[in-house]
């Protein structure tokens, strides 16, 4: 076969596609009108979950990933067409969290940007934002405090996650001999120690509120660079100096998406918790042990400071299982004969990170 005649077999099945995309679009509208009238919301993560891990299974021979990036954007659009959303996240603009609400919503959504997690929890509870998208942990350097921390007073649920690999990158436009100084966040400095201490020893480093706020003050500064995103290049004019700067390969941010309904059921949840036990001996393990007694598997366990009376904590834990599941309520009831308070903020579809 030509090659001219290969390349029309292509375009006619890009057609194709197109075509389907646009059916998928009409009948994303139709749903939208069904689910206004029960009262449903637009954005179903346990739905949108079923649809991914379905379409994996039939992959094939495509690889897993470039089968979640494609639907992942074609569920996003369809979505947009459904009803205009709006999303709260921590910015500025071209910050990882930015990119997280992207992965997750779409170009096509009204995105809000706010200078705090505070700030986003309070747009969703008042109802200016659909949902927000905030960061909770990163594989190499922990916990986000201060998402966990709002838990404690605000009633707003978990209904998603995100898990997005962090790339950062050199951004200048001087070559990396003439830098004398470099802007960033300070866990992207922590997480780039080793890259920084070989290629440029002699730098001064200069903390800022955020990697989009570096890469806008390199800009301004001609002897400097930023540690940011690719992203953050392109929105401020500057050349990327060097890619994947990151000491781990395995960098992973977690994020989740906050809002006001619960999720349905997918067969691979996770749930979140937290809770207080007494300042005694044994407490803390008399509440853990319905987890082991009732098979439940924990993958996160976090302590932080009450705040209401000192030295008391609060505990917060994720684990494998969905809040109606039998095995779980009797697990949350009998841990909740050894708490002071137990809260669950959220089940959710469970998002596992493809590299096949």
């Not at 949108?48 to 379905?54: I, R, T, W």
């Not at 009204?110 to 990163?138: M, Q, R, T, W």
């Amino acid at each position: 076969m030509a090659l001219e005649e290969k390349r029309k077999k292509i375009d006619k099945i890009d057609s194709e596609i197109l075509s389907l995309l646009q059916q998928r679009l009409r009948i994303a509208k139709k749903i939208a009108k069904a689910k206004a009238e029960k009262g449903k919301p637009v954005f179903i993560p346990s739905r949108e979950a079923d649809v991914l891990n379905s379409l994996l299974r039939k992959r094939g021979n495509i690889p897993a990933k470039s089968v979640k990036s494609v639907f992942s954007e074609i569920i996003a659009m369809t979505r947009a067409a459904e009803k205009p959303m709006a999303i709260a996240y921590l910015g500025p603009k071209t910050t990882f969290t930015h990119a997280a609400a992207l992965k997750k919503f779409g170009p096509t959504v009204e995105l809000a940007a706010h200078e705090s997690i505070p700030s986003v929890f309070n747009s969703v509870e008042k109802g200016e934002a659909d949902y927000g998208v905030v960061p909770i942990e990163n594989s190499i350097e922990g916990t986000v405090s201060h998402t966990l921390d709002m838990f404690l007073d605000s009633n707003l649920n978990i209904v998603a996650e995100i898990m997005l690999d962090v790339k950062h990158c050199i951004l200048s436009n001087r070559p990396l001999s003439k830098i004398k100084t470099v802007y960033s966040h300070p866990q992207a400095f922590a997480q780039c120690r080793k890259w920084l201490s070989k290629n440029l020893p002699n730098a001064e480093f200069v903390e800022t509120s955020s990697t989009a706020k570096a890469a806008e003050l390199a800009s301004k500064d001609r002897e400097s660079a930023a540690i940011a995103s690719e992203m953050a290049a392109e929105e401020y004019s500057l050349n990327v100096a060097a890619k994947s700067i990151e000491d781990h390969s395995s960098n992973v941010t977690r994020f989740i998406v906050i809002g006001k309904e619960h999720n349905s059921k997918t067969g691979k949840d996770k749930t979140s918790i937290l809770f207080s036990v007494q300042h005694k001996p044994g407490a803390l393990f008399n509440a853990l042990q319905p987890f082991q007694k009732h098979g439940l598997n924990m993958t996160k366990i976090e302590s932080r400071p009450a705040r209401k009376k000192l030295w008391e904590v609060v505990f917060f834990i994720d684990f494998e299982g969905f809040r109606e599941d039998e095995a779980v309520k009797k697990a949350l009831s009998e841990m909740a004969e050894h708490c002071l308070f137990v809260k669950v903020l959220g089940s959710y579809p469970e998002e596992i990170s493809v590299s096949w």
